[in-house]
């Protein structure tokens, strides 16, 4: 059974560019959430996503945005790149159960 | 809205002691509780949880935390470590009865295992 996956493992963009990262949830599930961990800090929530729509949002700004498709695949997608945009982007899934499994994440540089 | 305080952003111990990583938290409605795991370059895993019942939860390595209410805290502590326990520790809970299962995490213990 395949976890979480996600991809690319390791992206380098420039500030202004735009990324989009994708993530596969564990099989069965239909919850995906998107979290930020920049350097030297714990996961922060980005968004969530439940049947192709956006349920919860953290606080992030709009370049942030989103997508499920009818697969339970998401994406996540940045634009205008900041430099304060570098961090590793966790994808996490869910169905029911209180718990949530993770990707090993996307290691987004921006120079 | 809920806030998670990992009391220590680092703790080196010897191979063999006992460790003690601190964690409360701040939440005006109930919460489950979780510790997750972070090896270097890796994602997140999860190493134990809260949900109900028993305070006292147990992890397959060796690792156990207890939920502490009037304290709000879930402290999570193993015996005698090992270096392959050298890793990033997050201490995280979301919303009981919430219709998503949103996370907030501390900032992490680095546990260093030295020999």
């Known amino acids: 059974d395949a976890g979480v996956t996600q991809s690319p493992t390791h992206l380098i963009k420039t500030r202004g560019q735009q990324v989009t990262l994708r993530c596969s949830p564990k099989?069965?599930?239909?919850?995906v959430s998107w979290y930020q961990q920049a350097l030297g800090q714990g996961p922060q929530f980005i968004f969530q996503?439940?049947?192709?729509?956006?349920?919860q949002r953290g606080n992030f700004p709009d370049r942030f945005s989103g997508h499920q498709f009818p697969n339970y695949s998401s994406e996540l997608n940045v634009n205008a790149l900041l430099l304060g945009d570098s961090a590793l982007y966790l994808c996490?899934?869910?169905?029911?159960?209180?718990?949530?499994?993770f990707g090993e994440g996307s290691r987004l540089t921006v120079l | 809205a809920q806030s998670v305080t990992q009391l220590d952003s680092q703790v080196p111990v010897f191979e063999e002691a006992p460790v003690e990583l601190r964690c409360n938290y701040s939440?005006?409605?109930?919460?489950?509780l979780f510790w997750y795991v972070q090896y270097p370059n890796q994602g997140l895993q999860l190493l134990l949880k809260?949900?109900?019942?028993?305070?006292l939860v147990e992890s397959i390595n060796g690792f156990e935390a207890e939920f502490n209410k009037s304290q709000t805290s879930f402290h999570l502590r193993k015996p005698s470590v090992h270096i392959s326990d050298t890793a990033e520790y997050f201490c995280?809970?979301?919303?009981?009865?919430?219709?998503?299962?949103?996370?907030?995490f501390g900032k992490g213990t680095l546990l260093t295992v030295n020999p």
């Open positions: 996503y439940y049947e192709e729509e956006e349920r």
């Open positions: 939440s005006s409605v109930s919460v489950y």
């Open positions: 809260y949900l109900s019942g028993s305070t």
């Open positions: 995280a809970v979301s919303e009981v009865g919430g219709s998503n299962y949103k996370l907030t």
């Open positions: 099989s069965g599930h239909d919850t």
């Open positions: 996490a899934s869910s169905f029911q159960e209180r718990w949530t499994f």
